[in-house]
Each structure stands twice: as C-alpha cells, then as structure tokens.
C-alpha cells in the first residue's frame, strides 16, 4: 500500500480520536484500492497480485499442443533417403506417430480407448502389426524446473497381447515394464526452421530413457513438443505444423 493510502488511514483514525471518542475504527464499505486497484477486498482480505512464473522455470506441461496438431519432423538417411517422422495430436493428446522413408511407411504406432489407467497401443510396422492393452500401476508426469537442473518421471505397467501376426508374439502374451525418463533443460531460445519461420520460447534439453540405448538431445517449443530429435549427429528436424 502506497505511503499516503496509509497517511489516509492514519489521519482519519487520529481524527475520531482527538474529537474524544474512547474507541475509534474505519468502517469501508467495499474495496479499498490504490490506482484503480484493489489492494483490500469488500471483505477485509488483503489482495496481493499473482507471482510472475521464473523467465527460467520450464513446465513440461506447456511444451506440446493444447488442441489438435500434427508436427512433421524430417532428415536426410545416411543412404541419401528422405525419412519422416509424423506426430498427431488430438485435444492435447499424443495419439499417433508414423515414420516413413521416401513416402513409405516404415512404423506406426497409435494409443487409443484411453481410461485413467490403461490404453489400447497398436503398432505396424513392415513386416507385422500388433496390438496391445497397457495397464498402469503408476504413471507420474514432470515435475516442472529450473534450467540446467533434472527431472524424472515413471511408468509401471503389464503391456497385454490382444492380437498379432508378428512371429515374436501370441496373443494373451503378458509383461511386465518399467519405463524411466529424464529430461535436463539446457538453455532457451527461438527455433527457425522451413523457409525462415521461427517458433518462439524453446528449450534444448538431454533427453533419456529406459528404452533409448543412446541419449538424445532434443528441442522443445511451447504449445508444439518436440521440434528435433533423434541421434545427435542425424536428427529428425521440424519442416511443418499443421
């Protein structure tokens, strides 16, 4: 509160009691503000404007599509092919991701009938198709922090065979997993890409997992995900988001 809100407030309590009262209040009906705003409520609750989030904290939660979107990432193969990595969102979630090699399909992986603790995966790829149920134990989501520190998250889940012409596999077949990730933010920064277009508030982070025999090192951009990825010599980059 500015000093003279308090020499108001001051002068007129000093004011009652000099004209001889023996207890003085103020009584205000309503908000108490200062420049038009409320630093009192109606209510006599001291109103404090809300924190400004850290330039440097970094929420994993704001760093993918809120809505519908699908992100195509690309590279060069090794043998001079044009690979494509495909990810589909609905309502913010991840639904499908599709990899090809010059325009062929080569994998494709879709999570469908979500619930709180299950979904049904299925996955293609050139030589067989299967799908499964996944069952969670626990799943817990990044923690948000600051750059340069890390953070983990966990799935524990019995993946179920519910059919398949993949010759490694048979129905009812049951496992049980547990998926470790960890995600260290380095720095912030803008990410160009195609023909000069920029996605603003991105992040470059190292990227691990249980199933990755490699670490990766990744690019995140707010309302987006991931932007580049892959081997850190060859990495699938952004060329478009629809």
Not at 113 to 118: C, F, K, L, Q
Not at 153 to 169: A, E, F, G, H, Q
Request: glycine share 6%; charged share 25%; hydrophobic share 30%.
């Amino acid at each position: 509160m500015k000093r003279s809100m308090l020499s108001f407030l001051a002068l007129a309590i000093t004011t009652s009691l000099s004209a001889g009262a023996t207890a003085a209040s103020l009584d205000v009906h309503g908000d108490i503000k200062v420049n038009g705003k409320t630093v009192i409520d109606s209510k006599g609750n001291l109103v404090q404007p809300a924190p400004k989030p850290h330039p440097n904290l970094i929420d994993m939660a704001d760093y993918q599509p809120k809505g519908n979107a699908i992100i195509t990432l690309q590279r060069t193969a090794w043998d001079g092919a044009i690979e494509k990595l495909i990810m589909v969102y609905e309502n913010g979630e991840y639904v499908k991701e599709e990899t090809t090699k010059e325009g062929r399909v080569t994998f494709s992986q879709t999570w469908s009938e979500r619930t709180a603790d299950s979904v049904l995966v299925s996955k293609t790829n050139e030589k067989c198709s299967k799908n499964s149920r996944y069952d969670f134990s626990l799943t817990s989501g990044y923690s948000p922090i600051m750059l340069g520190e890390s953070v983990s998250r966990i799935d524990m889940l019995t993946t179920t065979v519910l059919d398949t012409t993949c010759k490694d596999s048979t129905p009812g077949d049951k496992a049980e997993v547990n998926e470790l990730y960890k995600i260290t933010p380095y720095v912030k920064s803008d990410y160009k890409y195609g023909d000069g277009d920029t996605v603003k508030d991105c992040f470059v982070a190292q990227f691990e997992a249980s199933w990755s025999p490699k670490d990766q090192l990744r690019t995140y951009c707010k309302g987006v995900g991931p932007v580049e990825l892959g081997e850190v010599d060859n990495p699938y980059k952004l060329v478009s988001i629809e």
